[in-house]
C-alpha cells in the first residue's frame, strides 16, 4: 500500500495525462492528436520503405482519421508491419526521451522540421499538406517560444498517445473487425498466416513494447516542477 501511494505521488501527472487522454479519445478535442498518431502510423510505413530500398510516392491522412502511403519498392513485410509497431516505437522514444533528458526543445524540432519535410516531399492532397503544415510549424514555433517544461508535457502527450493508440486500433481493426483491409490482412495476403494470426503477434508485440517503456522509462519521480519566475 505505502509502494503504491509513493508511486501515485512521484508520478501523479503522468497518471493525470494518461487518464485525460484515455477518457477524451473518441471526442473531437483530441482529433489533431489522432490525426498526429494516424500521421505516425503513415510515417513509419514511409520510413520503412526507405530503410528496405524502397522509395514513398506519397503520403496521405484524412479527417476521418484514414492515411495511406504508396511506395514502389522495399520489403513488403517490413513496409507492412510498420504502421502500428513504428508509430508504437516512435511515441515510446519520444516518452522515454521526454521523461530522461533535457534535450525536449530540441527534439520538438527536430520532430517538427520532419514533419515539414514530409509535406514538402511526400504529401500531395490539401487536407494532409495543411495539417502537416500547420503541426509542423507549431512544434517549431512551441520550441522557440514554449518553455522546456511545456516542451516536455506536448512529447509525453504525442508519446502516451501513440503508445495508447497502437494496441487500441490493433484489436479494433485485426481482431475484433478481422474483415476490414487492414495491414494485417494485407500481410496475410503477402507472406501468408492469417489477419487473427498478425494481429494478435502484433499486440503481443505492442503490450510488450509499453511494458519495457514504462518498467524502463519511468524515472523515480516524472512531475514536472515548473520553475518559479526570477523577481527583480
Known amino acids: 500500500m505505502r509502494a503504491l501511494h509513493t508511486f501515485v505521488t512521484n508520478h501523479w501527472q503522468l497518471l493525470t495525462l494518461t487518464l485525460l487522454i484515455t477518457l477524451l479519445w473518441n ?8 490525426i498526429l498518431t494516424v500521421f505516425l502510423h503513415e510515417l513509419s510505413h514511409a520510413l520503412a520503405a526507405i530503410v528496405t530500398g524502397g522509395e514513398v510516392l506519397s503520403l496521405s491522412v484524412s479527417p476521418n482519421e484514414g492515411g495511406l502511403v504508396t511506395a514502389r519498392g522495399g520489403s513488403p513485410f517490413w513496409i507492412t508491419s510498420a504502421g502500428y509497431l513504428g508509430s508504437l516505437l516512435i511515441g515510446a522514444a519520444l516518452f522515454v526521451l521526454a521523461l530522461r533528458t533535457h534535450w525536449d526543445r530540441v527534439i ?36 522557440r517560444y514554449m518553455s522546456r517544461e511545456i ?35 494485407i500481410l496475410a495476403e503477402q507472406i501468408g498466416g492469417s489477419t487473427l ?9 505492442s503490450l510488450a513494447v509499453i511494458a519495457l517503456t514504462v518498467r524502463y522509462g519511468l524515472p523515480q519521480n516524472s512531475n514536472i516542477v515548473l520553475r518559479r519566475a526570477k523577481t527583480i
Open 197 to 205: 494470426l498478425w494481429g494478435g503477434l502484433w499486440l503481443a508485440i
Open 27 to 34: 471526442t473531437d478535442v483530441l482529433l489533431p492528436l489522432r
Open 108 to 143: 520538438l524540432a527536430g520532430f517538427g522540421i520532419i514533419t515539414l519535410a514530409v509535406a514538402a516531399f511526400y504529401v500531395r492532397d490539401l487536407f494532409a499538406l495543411g495539417f502537416t503544415l500547420a503541426t509542423g510549424a507549431a512544434m517549431l514555433a512551441a520550441s
Open 151 to 185: 516542451n516536455d508535457m506536448i512529447l509525453r502527450t504525442i508519446g502516451i498517445s501513440s503508445m495508447i493508440y497502437a494496441p487500441l486500433d490493433i484489436f479494433d481493426d485485426t481482431i475484433r473487425r478481422a474483415h476490414l483491409r487492414s495491414d494485417a490482412r
